[in-house]
Structures are given as structure tokens and as C-alpha cells.
């Protein structure tokens, strides 16, 4: 019940909304920088590096192992800039690289079924470490559409705003997610631990 | 649950979702330099739909011409030789009746021929095929030249529509799903 409405939720991306909640200076700063990047100046990649980092890397912390994240963001990225000639519409860089990601996430999962499962380790360096990756294991157990909204909003600091105009999500939408998946967090925390 | 808290993290700040943050925020992405080597860069863009329509363009073009071409040899050499003054030829090209006439011309083999034998590949280039078309296969051959030439003007039109939409530097707002 849950997954089909966070997929339907997902599937309903009204570019009018879209264009309507989107900043337009977050706009024009990323097709100024998209056609730097295209123009072969690599600072203007390395700004959107930074810009859509944090996105790229709870897209995939939602996802795959913690170990395994900051090499697949490297991998994105520079996939990303290869294949950037193939981006149509440079204010969409968010929604582009956000799909890349989801993408190399399920690439990810379909090798590691044919050679070994990779789980993570949940004894972290010290307790807080531990205690948050057991927590992200909780939040991975929620459909989609929740844990990737639920992971920027908690682990990466992102607002509801800043996760609709970045995934090209609308904002309705990302406010469905954010409400039913905290719901269901706070269910299953409660079973697991009272938090 | 404070649902503007969750939302934009303005109005009353919701303690459990606080803490949660507190907790989770160890796992925070943290920059690191990106390695781009020097000798990768952001391939050429093409216009692979252009590029398609011509190919099919010139495919079927292509295609129109031999089929013509070999239906054409067939043809012109009896209707060339008949119409020649003083021509010593039939005056009339051999055409079968139906489908079912099929003239058997049985004659003993010349010097040329033995030649032949021995060379076949030569053979195939000096003997015209000898080839008798019945009304019916006619009338097909000329129903699929005519279908060809429509099929050959139908590209060029799709050609030139996609020409007036590819346009200079027009933005497309649909994206490939890429990865």
C-alpha cells in the first residue's frame, strides 16, 4: 500500500510544479555551470560536484553499504562528466544525476546478488557511529521513495524544499514521503528500542 | 509530529526528529576532492536521430535504384534491339503468356560454352541471362518500383521534417534515462 502510493507519488512530477518551486538563481547557476563544464572548464564541474554531492551521496547511502558510498559517488561523478553532452536540458542536472545514481545503485545490487551479498558492518569506530549506522539499517527496511527522502532530510541536513528542487520531485509529493516515512520510522524505532 | 519542523525545518522544533538528526548526522556526506583525469572530457554531442534519417534515406534510395536497375537490364536490351532499324532481331520481346509457359531452347554446346565451363566466373560475365518475364511478374516489378519511389519520397519528407525540427540548438525538455 505504502510503496504503490510512494511510487505513484514519485511518477507524478508536474514540470509546471517543477518550474514553479525551482529557484531561479539555483537554475541559472546550474546551467551556467553545466556549460562551463561543457566548455571544458573543470572548476565549473567541480562546482556542481559540490552543489549536488550531499544528493548523489543519500541517494546512494539509502541504498548500497556505507562502505561503498563514497567510491559510487566518485563513479557518478565521473560518469556524469562524460556523458554530460547528453544532458538536454541543463536545469535538470539534479534530476539527471539523482537518476545516474538510483541507476548505479541497482547496478550495484545486481552484481553483488552474482559474486557475494555485501552487508554492513554496524559496529562502528565509536557508539554515536554504531548507533546511527543501526538506525540507517532501520531506515533501508522502509519502501524507496521514504528512505531516499528520509536520508536527506536527516543524515544529509537537506529541507523539504531543497529535496523537491534537486530531485525534481514536487514538493507535494516530497512532503507525502516525509511525513508517511517518519511515521513508519518512528513505529519500527519504537518496536526496536523506544529511541 | 511537528509537521513543519520535518518539512523546512521551521515552526517548534520536534525533539525526536532533532535527535534522530543529532544521531544520523555522523553519517554525513563529506567532500572529497574529485578526480577527473586529464584526458577525459565531455564526449561531442551528435544528433543521432539526423543522422538515422539519412542513413535510411540513402539505404532505401540505394535500394530503389538496384532494384530498378535490374529490372531495367532485363528489359531494355530486347525492347533496344527490336526497335533498331535493319536489326535482324525478333520484333517483338518474348513474353510468356502465363505463368506456366516456360520456352525450353535445348542447343548443343559451342567452344564458348566449354570455355565456360571450365571459367564459370567468366561465364557469368559474358552470357546475358536469358531471362523471359510473364506479364504478371511485370506488372509486380513496375507495383514495386512504384512502391519504392512512395517509400523513397516518404523518407525525404520525414528527413526534411526532422531537419525543421532539430532546428539550431533547440532545448529538449524530455530526458534519456542515462546510467
Known sequence: ?195 | MNDDYLWDKSGEPDPEIQRLEQILSTLRYQEKPLELPEQIRPSRSTNHVFLLAIAATVLIALAAAGLWLTAHRNQVPQNHLANAPGSNATPEPKIAEGPTAKPKVVEPPTPGDRENERKPHLAKARVPAKQVWTRKEQEEALAAKQQLLLALRLASEKLNEVQRRAGPATPVKNQHKVG
Open chain 1, 1 to 195: 500500500m505504502y510503496e504503490l502510493e510512494a511510487t505513484a507519488d514519485i511518477l507524478v512530477m508536474s514540470t509546471q510544479a517543477k518550474a514553479a518551486e525551482r529557484s531561479t538563481t539555483t537554475e541559472s547557476i546550474e546551467v551556467r555551470l553545466v556549460r562551463r563544464a561543457l566548455e571544458g572548464d573543470r572548476d565549473g564541474f567541480g562546482q556542481l560536484y559540490s552543489l549536488y554531492g550531499p544528493l548523489v551521496h543519500g541517494i546512494l547511502l539509502a541504498r548500497v553499504p556505507r562502505s561503498e558510498v563514497d567510491d559510487l559517488v566518485q563513479d557518478i561523478f565521473l560518469h556524469a562528466f562524460k556523458k554530460l553532452n547528453t544532458l538536454r536540458d541543463w536545469a535538470s542536472f539534479g534530476p539527471w544525476i539523482a537518476m545516474i545514481a538510483r541507476n548505479r545503485a541497482i547496478d550495484f545490487h545486481r552484481r553483488s546478488r552474482d559474486t557475494v551479498e555485501v552487508t554492513d558492518d554496524i559496529r562502528g569506530t565509536d557508539e554515536s557511529s554504531s548507533r546511527a549506522t543501526e538506525i540507517l539499517e532501520i531506515v533501508k527496511t522502509l519502501p524507496d521513495a521514504y528512505r531516499e527522502t528520509l536520508v536527506l532530510r536527516l543524515v544529509e541536513g537537506m529541507t523539504g524544499p531543497e529535496i523537491a528542487t534537486r530531485t525534481g520531485l514536487t514538493p507535494a509529493s516530497v512532503r507525502v514521503n516525509l511525513h508517511r516515512g517518519m511515521k513508519l520510522l518512528k513505529e519500527k524505532l519504537g518496536l526496536k528500542e523506544g529511541l
